[in-house]
């Protein structure tokens, strides 16, 4: 049983049946077994000002409040039934206080607690949770820096789904996934295998160097991502709308308020994941990714999509640049006691450099040399020593 | 913790934490554990007329040849990668042959072979497959009637989804469910449970008859649905598209064909799942659904919503009533040796009857008397006796 | 330079070069030239419970209060930049008491004045108008009974077009045409040619007779369309929006008020017009449509499509049953003194008994006889005898 | 009666009741009448690759070929019912033979020929026409260097509305529009007024500078648009779809042919018209926009909208940059012998270099200073002298 190649005009992704990434420096694996992860369920974010970022979460992006008071406010998005999936957190300096993954049972916890436990990593565990909402919550500082939340226990709140007088033009359905930015990308991927998760799709070059990789537990392309670079930061958390058209009417609606700033990237098409996407940045510079539209990838042997880092579409399925802040800009996380965590820098080669920077290049068709590239491209693809 | 209702305006479903649904007359449960079921993944039909079939499902529908010959063609989605999705095979009667879903791992068909055994079902294996694409396979007579089709070896094939080359404004991109008509509704919920499948959803009246239910592996609101009537047969094939768009698209162009008598009913919105969708009809009147936009059911204590119905938003939210043949006509299904299964009358009161029949009533707003429908209802809910 | 007709699979609707339908009985042509007519720019509408309409046109709607007071509403869509499109307006009995089409410039209300006065017709003139924000106006009581009101002095206001702050999901944008109930619909075509209106489309049967025609202005399909059957009476109000989706937004929004008993018809896609539509009843049973997306008309030499009475795509493309109460139902209309105009009965045969009436017959392919209809259309369109 | 002005958030375009255009250098107003144009109705390209051009418009776009043969290729959208919108002719270099307008009747021409004659224009009438399926039409020489066209005789054709049975995911269903690049914008506004056009929108400075005009026949935004460059030269020529997604799918179909280079810029909400959009460049260059919902405005009193240069949502309402080719690459026109103009250079400041230039700037909000612009803006709007 071997997969066919896609086989579009010009090139391909290279389809495989097995995730393609190697790491040469592994996290041990752990003997325990893992905890049964079943999505990306939530995020805690630290902002700075809390009204600024309710106004932007709630009046403009439109999610719903479950609970909320001086400190903090517990949103959620309209297809959820769980307590929140956004947790506003007024602090001293914008972070990410967790990245929060709902497990199947109680008992994942105590499979968790062992698991990171055996690596060493500080686990903290609290059977009244952390946020409101939630009951008995592990988080840890994982091996890659980032701090995970693992819990069962959540209030039931209302499924807004059929809440059809309450949509807005741009509603939020799902949270759909995390981005991390890490600086090995192969360790990060063998070290989420370790913990259940596995790779969709990823982003290599012609020496087999990793630049990012797409890994899920729900059968969904991601519920987190691994971005090459300094790491650990987090670089977005995406929400999920029913159709395109709700992702332009976010647009339309941020120019209305003349806040059209906040778009950073998109709207378009990713090439990774298929999915149509618009990247946002919130009033501390957390960014949002709104998200519609990939596939299904529930099979154990789903096939992995591995995309050339030259190739134009991979990022934006109709050859749009990406803009430099979106490679070099991501979010601090905290570790448990709420400092930031220091940031290490990448040591591979940085996907900005290799694909606009001086010595980079992109191409639409393999193949194609730089010279060839029409002049509407020639600034985005070649002037990238400029920056 | 406890589930919030929901809360329109007027009467609303009731959400639950638990299925409300108990069988006084249970099939054993095996006490082999069952096999770990992924997906809906491939129906076979038997069609008497091959290239009126093919005509239907290629030419008007769009659905991809993996592969044919002179008495049959396998069809697959756009995002699919498995060998087909759908089987049409040319016959005498039209029937299906098999509801066919993918299983984790080759030890799931031993698992199938052993928890099938044990109810005294007829199950036949076939390390050849049945049909072509796929390799080991079971298949079983199932105690409720059904021929279902049990795999995990199957020929990887291209996934268009990137092919947008080849998309039609109605693309189909994934088999979603089947429907099976059923007797007794809550003795097969419970078989199905056995079988590891979930209720999301499902249509009681206040005395308790179930009328219908739905029940998933995936986590979507169904891989299955059981709707009580005489059984066993097929009520329909459901096949998703991305957006309400491409519904609307296959509609205008079966009207451009003159093909419009192919629907049967919709397109429309669902209460039950909160999807958009549409029936067709086939050349030998099998139905196919075309689907779009439920939502996620993959957390264990998913709460499940239990229509009223009298409630006439539970089977289309807008109100609009369902036509009788949707309640009465249904597709035969076959034994293992390819004889239609004889039908056995549901006991029970039918959906029909108690909302559109000459005793029947459904209302938009729980505690409204059938006298106060508009004029433009009254044809639709209150002359079910004319039927 | 012939047309080519329209060829897909099956019967069509014939196209001709000229408008081709004749009155027998016409009106005198007045020998003034008519009024320069720009478009259907507003309705008013008597409503028996002001706050219950204001809370279906606006907050069930979202059409925009320009300004109101205890007895009047005035409403207008969000491309809009005139002061309104709809006037809701207190009193004893559900009617309507204008049609209103705004003229080129000043001089053509003397236009109209001579021109109705030459038919005999009663006129009246106000310099101050009749509503809140325009000016010199003129209404008649027309040669077929309707309350046309003409004006071109108005208050501008803010044209809402860029304010997606304030869109909702089903956002109205324009007012798009009026239908007109009347017995005699080659005198009515007559008549408003005369007015300077054009036929687009039209209804016939093979022995010519004449059901329904589309008339414009502004170079869409119609500014109004005459439908026959008892009259004067208005049929409908059209508002257009910009995306099929937003019109199935709006069923949605109904359906979670538990008000989907408002939606009469649809939502379908119209043969005639090729546009997408929606049939609501307000609260006092005035019909409004929701339409979108019909085509450019503008060429004096427009095609002319004449559609067949007996072709069943011709009022829904998909083949759907028209509602009985949508060919029976329709508004009064008031004369000059608010009083309810009498109800003339159509003598030509009704559209509704030649289709499914008891000696009715539908097609979907010209040639198809009725007992080839599939069993879930023969329902609809066999049983009309049972009415 | 005043206009209200448009009030969103942050600065606002300015709302006037006349075009606030003035020329300093005005061409003279002829005393003869002029025609009476109906709308922008096909443009005649020279391709230097008949069968690169027909792939790109046939393969990859859809038009559909009305007519063909070795040198020409007729094309026409799919709710055109004359000859076509679209002539591609081989030549040896890529430019544009003519704008075609049609009008209202025969005697428009005579107009056309005392109108241009009186302003001293090269005029040239065949009865026969100048391309298949159009009879009598002048060609002229216009004042401002452009090869326009008029006819009214035209073979008509089946207008395809209802065709869904060959409907793609992006079908161009209209021509909408022309823009032309001219020195002056004034001067040109003024010269198109006394042709009958009247301004609908335009982007000015503070010091009352005009860098772009958009002017209208039909009651859309524009037939035709006035962008301030070196002239006569043609910017594009625009197609329209029924919905956003149907220009989204266009883009997805470039991707899969590894095509995406041919989008210069988009898609994406103009400011200005309010249209979603899309601009690609053919095998040669030649600019082509899809567009898709704008707004009416047929009315006499139309309110005109004036951008300010500076605002970075006039020409995409979210905010993304313009990229400098848009600007500053056009295709040249041809004189009656089919000799590419001579191009004069704009006198006024260029809109590129006020926005993007060294020292030119944009904002979001008025009063913001560039210094605020976040990170993810400042490439685009603050390097603009790299370029």
Redesign the interface.
Known sequence: ???????????EPV?T?DDPIRSGDPIPTPSSPPPDI??AASMELVVTDLAASRHFYVDVLGLVVTQEDDTCVYLRSF?E??HHNLVLRAGPVAAVAALSY?V??PADLDRAVAFYGELGCRVERRPEGFVAGV?DTVRVQDPLGFPYELFH?????????????????G?L??LDHFNQVTPDVPRAVAHLEDLGFRVTEDIQDEAGTTYAAWMRR??TVHDTALTGGDGPRLHHVAFAT????NI??I???????????R???G?G?H?VS?A?YLYL?DPDGHRIEIYT?D??T??????VVTWDVHD??RRD????PV????YT?ASLVLDLDGVPQPVRARTDTSEMEVTIGADGFSY??KGDSPEE?????Q??YK?GH??
């Not at 399925?317 to 749009?320: I, L, R, S, T």
């Not at 590239?373 to 491209?377: A, E, I, N, V």
Request: proline letters at 10%; charged letters at 25%; a positive charge.
């Open positions: 049983m071997s997969a066919t190649p896609i086989t579009p005009a010009g090139p389809v049946a079943l999505r297809e039934f769980i709902r199947r049972s009951g226990d959540v209030q039931h709140v209302e499924r807004l789904a059929w809440r059809y007088d309450l949509y807005t033009p509603t359905v799902r729900k059968p029913h159709e395109k058209h332009l009417a647009c339309d609606k941020l120019g209305a308020l003349r806040l059209s700033d778009i950073e990237r709207p098409r090439g298929n149509f940045r539209q596939y299904y529930g099979d154990p042997d789903n096939p134009n579409q399925w109709w050859g749009n803009v430099p802040s979106w800009e639409t068709r590239l029409p002049s509407w491209k600034r985005e002037l400029q920056l």
